[in-house]
């Protein structure tokens, strides 16, 4: 067993772990990596890097299957080769998981592979394939990230009954696929599914998919799952699961009774579970809540002040750009900065067809505060750039309190939507008003038109739609 010291050490190699590792050694700390699995975490090897490789070549075989309707023809029927497309996934993942490798490397940061286990407040204890090893420490910081929650009685083999990881990593396409959770991974993965050649059904227990999204921008994209043949099962609850040798007899239970149905594949998607059991805590002192989440305050620290906690460990949100931002906050403070974790605006985006996006209140959210907002909505048919893209499914809802004018959130549907909210998120954290979004030129024809548009609509004086004075 060999020992060795560090300024800091960073258990996790994920978004939140190697942007904390990479700006501790800007900050001239000497910080060891430990990564049981591969750099990059699950966002780069099995979320979302993999994921909108696999979206984005689903809408190119959907586009081109509908090429004929801008007069383009396109000689006999268009085929996937499912195999090389899950190579040339593998391909994209490689490149960015290098490159995180190349950084942590130029930076200074040792990287040692294998599982960390803490054996005191200031040491923990790494086996890997190089043998065993202690780590002695001043700061440590926690970002194991998180897995696929688990059903009792669901086996995920990764054949028949998968996982988020098996989902996007098959060598065949199956013919049937049943996604068991209408939350945002089910939702993604069950879209590319269909977009491909899938007959994909949904079930979710809630009364109504992706729950916590405003409502009107979900219809729209359930408008887009009916007209793929996707079948959306509310109110249903999975009772149980039979597996064949070939395929999965699963039994509902919902609003007409019980019935039976025979999938090809079973994708499990119901939630996420941090990865904090393995790691000794008990010997830090650090203290975990019932969920198994570490509690942090704003400057990352968990109840032990030198040990620190980003990421999906840390809570809710559970998104890769939030784990970044507090491995940057993290880091600065261990480096003696006077920063702190005062994040306004949070965006969060899913890759659905058409795409959501959403940052700050929802219009139900901010009146359940007290609040009196205005609500400001512009369609994208009425964008002459949505037009002349085929994009014409969607909208841009804006809520600005109607007392001072201050933004307070904005909500889109539609093509690009994963871009648009960026405008929108800068205006929120700067604490700019819906009139500040209205008086910018946007550039002509754009979709970030739409954002101008709503907040005009908010105002009572859209251009490109008609609204009726009372």
């Not at 309707?69 to 029927?77: C, F, K, P, R």
């Not at 548009?453 to 251009?463: D, F, N, R, S, V």
């Given at each position: 067993m060999s020992n060795s010291q560090t300024d800091v050490v960073v258990i996790g190699a994920g978004p939140a772990g190697y942007v904390c590792a990479i700006r501790l050694a800007q900050l001239g700390k000497k910080v060891t990596v430990v990564e049981k699995a591969e750099v990059g975490g699950v966002c780069l090897n099995r979320g979302c890097i993999p994921s909108k490789a696999l979206i984005y070549a689903g809408t190119m075989v959907e586009k081109m299957k509908h090429a004929g309707?801008?007069?383009?023809?396109?000689?006999?029927?268009v085929k996937l080769d499912f195999k090389k497309l899950m190579s040339w996934k593998g391909e994209v993942v490689k490149k960015l998981t290098g490159g995180v490798g190349s950084l942590l490397k130029a930076n200074g940061c040792t990287v040692v592979a294998g599982e960390a286990k803490f054996t005191s407040a200031t040491s923990l204890e790494v086996k890997g394939p190089a043998g065993t090893q202690t780590i002695l420490f001043k700061n440590a910081v926690i970002a194991t990230g998180s897995r696929p929650a688990q059903i009792p009685g669901f086996d995920v083999d990764q054949e028949l009954v998968l996982d988020s990881t098996g989902g996007l990593d098959q060598d065949r396409l199956p013919g049937t696929l049943?996604?068991?959770?209408?939350?945002?991974?089910?939702?993604?993965?069950?879209t590319f599914y269909a977009?491909?050649?899938?007959?994909?059904?949904?079930?979710?227990?809630?009364?109504?998919?992706?729950?916590i999204i405003d409502q009107d921008l979900v219809r729209v994209v359930q408008k887009g799952l009916q007209k793929r043949g996707v079948e959306v099962l509310t109110n249903t609850k999975v009772m149980s699961v039979k597996k064949g040798l070939k395929n999965v007899e699963v039994t509902f239970a919902g609003e007409g009774g019980e019935k039976k149905q025979v999938f090809d594949k079973v994708l499990v998607t119901i939630g996420r579970t941090p990865n904090t059991e393995t790691l000794g805590l008990e010997k830090t002192g650090v203290k975990i809540d019932s969920k198994g989440?570490?509690?942090?305050?704003?400057?990352?620290?968990?109840?032990?002040g030198h040990i620190f906690a980003i990421g999906d460990v840390a809570g809710q949100?559970?998104?890769?750009?939030?784990?970044?931002?507090e491995g940057m906050v993290a880091a600065e403070v261990i480096g003696g900065l006077k920063t702190v974790y005062d994040v306004k605006a949070m965006p969060a985006v899913i890759f659905t067809d058409p795409e959501i996006s959403s940052v700050g209140l929802t219009e139900t959210e901010a009146k359940a505060k007290g609040l009196t907002v205005t609500v400001g909505v512009f369609p994208f048919a009425a964008n002459g750039r949505a037009l002349s893209v085929a994009e014409p499914d969607g909208m841009v809802k804006l809520i600005s309190d109607a007392k001072t004018g201050t933004l307070l959130g904005c909500h889109i549907v539609g093509a690009e939507a994963s871009n648009l909210i960026a405008e929108a998120t800068l205006a929120i954290e700067m604490g700019a008003h819906v009139e500040d979004l209205a008086l910018t030129v946007h550039a002509h024809p754009t979709l970030p038109e739409t954002i101008m548009?709503?907040?005009?609509?908010?105002?009572?004086?859209?251009?490109h739609i008609f609204k009726p004075k009372r």
């Open positions: 309707d801008l007069g383009i023809s396109i000689e006999g029927a049943l996604c068991v959770g209408g939350g945002y991974i089910g939702m993604e993965l069950g977009k491909v050649g899938t007959k994909v059904t949904i079930v979710e227990a809630a009364p109504q998919i992706l729950g989440f570490i509690p942090v305050n704003d400057k990352r620290q968990t109840s032990v949100p559970l998104l890769a750009h939030k784990g970044s931002k548009e709503a907040a005009e609509a908010a105002l009572g004086h859209a251009i």
